[in-house]
């Protein structure tokens, strides 16, 4: 009967492969032939075989775009890391590991990520070794965070629950693309304004933000996303995002005034989520301020208006060429 008791090596979550067990060769074209592959993770298995991580080397050498994310609560011994010389993107949180400095032993990686630790004393200076980093992503962690500036080549950088004063940092990113502010505090967001290379801004749950001039002159931006503000009572001047195609505007609980996105001239794609304990009226008065916008704007192709609409208003904004937009969509 054992035969049908067969152990899963890895279950498939949207992409991200939860690998079980330990791997064979006979494995990889396996992994390689599921669903939307994007992140090879180990979450429940902690004790892979010296063989696995080589076979992971071997699958890495071909498929270098693949991410490889850890999730281990107890404090990491890297000996495994010296075997992966081919991974390019690698993700890990693990709350009990204050040194990630054995990440130096492989200087080749485009993707970083590191997780929520235990401890706030964790020194990430030695990230500026880093050289060809295109992605960042931290968790919390500031100490030596300022060493960010000296990567030449990012592209996308996160924050998460990160205080600080200012976000002087990025002023030497000439080609930073994406910046994601998220659950954290800062008293001074001018620098960026600075960094013009910026095409997708969001900004999620964050504190402290006195004004949002920065935005004025950032007319290079794409995409913007507010979410989660819970001071924000009127969207901010938007004047300065001549080319602005994408707004998304998420779980602003206090926001009762959106009537600037009338000053959004190339937008083509609005969003609007609304808090689930919103007030009637509040919600009511957003989506007359949102539909007036719609019905007069000449450049809105997408939006998601749709789902609360009557079906008069949806007619109208059918024939206006405005179509649904919906989760999955690669707009």
């Avoid at 054992?2 to 396996?30: A, Q, T, V």
């Avoid at 090879?40 to 298995?45: G, H, K, N, V, Y």
């Avoid at 630790?117 to 500026?128: C, M």
Wanted: charged share 25%.
């Amino acid at each position: 009967m054992g035969i049908f008791n067969k152990k899963e090596k890895w279950g498939n979550f949207s992409g991200n492969i939860n690998i079980y067990d330990n791997l064979k060769h006979f494995d990889i074209p396996k992994l390689i032939a599921e669903e939307n592959l994007h992140t090879l993770q180990f979450f429940q298995f902690t004790e892979p075989k010296k063989k696995t991580w080589d076979i992971l080397n071997e699958f890495y050498e071909k498929h270098p775009e693949i991410g490889l994310r850890l999730v281990w609560y107890d404090q990491v011994n890297f000996d495994f890391y010296s075997q992966l010389p081919s991974l390019r993107n690698f993700d890990i949180s693990s709350f009990n590991t204050s040194d990630y400095t054995p990440l130096l032993k492989n200087k080749e990686l485009t993707d970083l990520g590191i997780g929520e630790t235990k401890s706030r004393a964790v020194d990430l200076s030695f990230i500026r070794e880093f050289r060809k980093l295109t992605t960042l992503y931290i968790d919390g962690m500031k100490k030596g965070l300022e060493s960010a500036s000296d990567l030449p080549e990012l592209e996308r950088l996160t924050f998460r629950g990160i205080k600080m004063n200012n976000l002087d940092l990025i002023n030497n990113l000439e080609k930073l693309k994406q910046l994601r502010l998220l659950f954290g505090s800062y008293k001074n967001l001018d620098a960026i304004s600075n960094v013009k290379s910026i095409r997708t801004l969001e900004i999620s749950r964050t504190r402290q933000i006195p004004n949002y001039d920065f935005l004025k002159s950032m007319e290079n931006l794409n995409s913007i996303y507010f979410e989660g503000m819970s001071k924000m009572e009127k969207l901010p001047d938007l004047s300065g995002l001549t080319n602005l195609k994408r707004i998304q505007i998420d779980n602003n609980s206090r926001l009762l005034d959106i009537k600037n996105i009338n000053q959004l001239p190339n937008l083509e794609i609005f969003l609007l989520f609304l808090p689930e304990n919103f007030k009637a009226a509040y919600r009511k008065e957003l989506f007359t301020q949102a539909i007036d916008f719609l019905l007069n704007s000449k450049t809105i192709k997408y939006t998601n208006l749709f789902f609360w609409i009557d079906d008069a208003t949806k007619h109208k904004l059918e024939n206006k060429g405005i179509k649904e937009w919906d989760y999955g969509m690669n707009l």
